[in-house]
């Protein structure tokens, strides 16, 4: 793993020697490995601590859950469960909404349990974040706000995948498709052989759709944000960051940054409602007096919040 896990919270399994995290089969030794990765400490959910001496973060038990723990999982993140019942009959509602129907369900949500289970729900397919009520995004219920869609077989839609990727990030290769879906190198390379018909391969190995838009134009200077797409499209940053790679982190922090060119030139943060930009190299005048005003639209919309 290449994340610093500094806790980890454990749903016991039916006492068949494994634990569950959300639901998936854990065995219990796998504490070991998370322990080896900085693990400070463990709580387990509905279940005794386990008193092997190998096991050397420290590990606590939170309360019973009634029903046990599989079954309160079942009974809060499933179709027609609690969280779907809540949002179907009460429309979108925040975090701290459902962390109360949860918790009148007999269900404990203390420290990231809440999380965890929103996450379940919403690889479920029952719940996503939805509209904005005040400042925080609501969840809804999946079927409420996004269209149902016809199932599409495995191999056309990854071909599918793979011409849309190429639309917006050509030229690139099969890693680069990979890191940006998430899926496994075979399949981001067979979703490129589906299109290879399509595609036109350069002498450096990476491809593009040979009916490619045309080239856009170099965008002009621009203030990007944190986690901006643009860095997060290939398995590369180094055309885009050049030697200001501390401008994402190893514990996965993508600060905002000042792009001139198609290249990172300097840093920004909010100081008070003011933008701040922290150059990490010369940056010509016309380029400074855009980042400028760029920064005023910024602190225009912060604002008007």
Not at 11 to 34: E, F, K, W
Not at 202 to 219: I, K, N, Y
Request: hydrophobic letters at 45%; proline letters at 9%.
């Amino acid at each position: 793993m290449s994340v610093t896990i500094r806790e980890a919270f454990i749903v016991s399994g039916p006492g068949d020697g494994t634990c569950t995290v959300a639901g998936v089969p854990l065995l219990v030794r796998t504490i070991l490995v998370l322990q080896r990765t900085g693990v400070e400490h463990c709580t387990l959910v509905g279940a005794s601590a386990p008193s092997d001496p190998r096991i050397r973060c420290r590990v606590d038990v939170a309360p019973a859950l009634v029903p046990p723990a599989d079954s309160a999982l079942r009974l809060v993140v499933g179709p027609g469960t609690v969280i779907d019942r809540a949002l179907a009959d009460e429309g979108p509602l925040t975090r701290l909404q459902l962390r109360e129907r949860v918790e009148s369900a007999g269900v404990p949500t203390a420290r990231q349990t809440l999380l965890n289970l929103l996450f379940l729900a919403s690889l479920r397919g029952v719940a996503v974040r939805g509209p904005m009520v005040g400042k925080e995004h609501a969840y809804v219920r999946l079927d409420d706000w996004i269209e149902p869609v016809k199932p599409v077989e495995r191999e056309p839609a990854l071909a599918e995948l793979a011409r849309r990727y190429l639309a917006g990030h050509a030229p690139a290769d099969d890693r680069d498709l990979a890191r940006w879906a998430g899926l496994p190198l075979r399949d981001a390379r067979a979703g490129l052989a589906a299109i290879a018909s399509e595609l036109v391969e350069r002498e450096d190995g990476l491809v593009h759709l040979a009916a490619r838009r045309p080239r856009p134009e170099t965008p002009s200077p621009r203030l990007l944000g944190a986690f901006d797409p643009v860095l997060l499209g290939w398995t590369s940053r180094e055309p885009i960051l050049g030697p200001h790679t501390h401008l994402t982190t190893m514990n996965g922090i993508f600060r905002p940054f000042a792009m001139v060119e198609g290249r990172a030139v300097g840093g920004w943060k909010l100081n008070r409602g003011r933008v701040e930009i922290e150059p990490l190299e010369p940056i010509a005048k016309p380029a400074t007096a855009e980042l400028a005003a760029d920064a005023a639209d910024v602190e225009r919309f912060i604002a008007s919040a």
